[in-house]
């Protein structure tokens, strides 16, 4: 069955510092690929998207992902991180039995200042 | 263009009662999704909705009821609520196939 797998639960980084979320992906052909973001109480807001083409893809809020199919990885990045970015984070891909997301845990991202 | 939105915001139940979540959409898309969310368990698929007048069971289905009278309009029904559905709900909805889906605010419900 497809699945998404976040290996980190929980994150902390100090205001400032670069971040990376780690996401890997199981799916045969190229499959498309979202991170969303979820602040506290809130829903969950569409960060970025890969469907085809530059493996690099830029994103809301300063936010970039890179495809690599050779890892089966989808990682979000962040140059410098701001308090305002602490959430949980969650990466999905398409093409779940029902055509539906297939989700991430999660990765919950603490900020220190 | 208010996107998702999500009636009511929070409720509370006591076991065996009913109730009728509500999932508006105003940007005409095709299909729209239920799901729960519960701690370390990431979102997991309820029902979900191809068209109007469509609906298939996700990957948790059993205790709800949906139908999608109108396209814009999308309702989970807890037909004899019970603990083990204490949860936030989410409602998506996508405009076709293969595209990103937009989410509601959520409900977070509490049955006692």
């Known amino acids: 069955a497809q699945s998404v797998t976040q290996p980190d639960i929980h994150i902390t980084v100090s205001e400032g510092a670069s971040l990376e979320l780690r996401c890997n992906y199981s799916?045969?052909?190229?499959?498309?690929l979202f991170w969303y973001v979820q602040s506290p109480g809130q829903g969950l807001q569409l960060l970025l998207k890969y469907f085809s083409g530059d493996t690099l893809v830029q994103g809301i809020k300063g936010f970039e992902a890179e495809f690599k199919r050779s890892q089966s990885s989808f990682n979000l990045r962040k140059p410098s991180v701001h308090w305002s970015d602490a959430a949980e984070y969650f990466c999905?891909?398409?093409?779940?039995?029902?055509?539906?997301?297939?989700f991430g845990k999660g990765t919950k991202l603490s900020v220190k200042p | 263009n208010a996107g998702v939105t999500q009636t009511p915001k929070f409720r509370v139940l006591k076991t065996g009662q009913s109730m009728t979540l509500l999932c508006a959409q105003d940007?005409?898309?095709?299909?729209m999704y239920w799901y729960r969310q519960d701690p370390g368990m990431g979102l997991r698929l309820i029902h979900y909705s191809v068209g109007e007048g469509t609906t298939a069971k996700g990957e948790v289905p059993d205790g709800y009821n949906v139908s999608r009278l109108k396209k814009q309009n999308f309702l989970l029904g807890l037909e004899s609520a019970a603990p083990s559905q204490t949860s936030v709900y989410f409602c998506?909805?996508?405009?076709?196939?293969?595209?990103?889906?937009?989410f509601g605010p959520g409900t977070r419900l509490t049955v006692t």
């Open positions: 799916y045969g052909a190229t499959p498309y």
């Open positions: 998506a909805s996508q405009r076709g196939s293969a595209y990103e889906q937009y």
């Open positions: 940007m005409n898309h095709e299909y």
């Open positions: 999905a891909s398409y093409g779940g039995s029902q055509g539906n997301l297939i």
